[in-house]
């Protein structure tokens, strides 16, 4: 089974700051990655997506991460961070052999002026 | 493409009641999954369907949840009786079976209160 820790409930940041939100999987076997993002009262978009070849993965609104196997990571960077980048983050993992999902608990990323 | 559409938006009842929760998915995606968000246990996976067969519903908490999905293009989640922890929002995602990935599409989630 796979699971999922985001190390950070919540993580305040200044405008144009850079930002890292962690996020550690766990698994036995081979893994597909995401981020996902969530917006007040909306559903979850993709951020980005891990299946394979470059560890480093660039998505929208300027986000990326790395996958790193050997410390079982996939770490969120943004450079310089927006209001508008005001969210929830929730790191995602499956297995490449079956369908399910598993989201972690979410970082929410507060940006102030 | 109008994406995943789900409805109510938002529902207010109260204990004992039921509860139907409807979803339609992004046309051509054969594979729909519903989660529940809350705060104390975030996203979790409640049921998923592919080709409208019901694969794996280790995630629905009680004999009260059921989920159906009659035909590719429909999907509800009925529960019955509602208590007050079952307030939560939940949220319906489709994707194509054949993607290679989980890359779900979102609905905009239906937010329950139970009285």
């Known amino acids: 089974a796979q699971s999922v820790t985001q190390l950070d409930s919540q993580v305040p940041v200044f405008e144009e700051a850079p930002v890292e939100l962690r996020c550690n999987y766990s698994?036995?076997?081979?893994?597909?990655l995401f981020w996902y993002v969530q917006y007040p009262n909306q559903g979850l978009q993709l951020l980005l997506k891990?299946?394979?070849?470059?560890?480093l993965v660039k998505g929208i609104n300027g986000f990326e991460a790395e996958f790193n196997k050997s410390q079982t990571s996939f770490h969120l960077r943004k450079p310089s961070v927006h209001i508008s980048d005001t969210a929830e983050y929730f790191c995602?993992?499956?297995?490449?052999?079956?369908?399910?999902?598993?989201f972690g608990t979410g970082t929410r990323l507060q940006v102030f002026p | 493409d109008a994406g995943v559409i789900q409805s109510p938006r938002h529902e207010v009842t109260e204990m004992g009641q039921e509860v139907t929760l409807r979803c339609k998915p992004i046309?051509?995606?054969?594979?729909l999954f519903w989660y529940r968000q809350t705060m104390m246990r975030g996203l979790e996976l409640l049921i998923y369907?592919?080709?409208?067969?019901?694969?794996?519903d280790s995630g629905m908490p009680e004999d009260r949840f059921s989920a159906k999905m009659p035909n590719a293009s429909f999907s509800t989640l009925k529960i019955q009786p509602s208590e007050p922890r079952d307030s939560a929002v939940y949220f319906c995602?489709?994707?194509?079976?054949?993607?290679?990935?989980?890359?779900?599409?979102f609905g905009a989630g239906s937010r329950l209160t139970v009285l």
């Open positions: 891990y299946l394979s070849g470059s560890t």
């Open positions: 046309s051509g995606h054969n594979s």
């Open positions: 995602a993992v499956s297995s490449t052999n079956t369908d399910k999902l598993i």
């Open positions: 995602a489709s994707r194509p079976t054949d993607s290679g990935a989980n890359v779900l599409t």
């Open positions: 369907f592919n080709n409208n067969v019901p694969i794996d």
């Open positions: 698994s036995s076997v081979s893994v597909y």
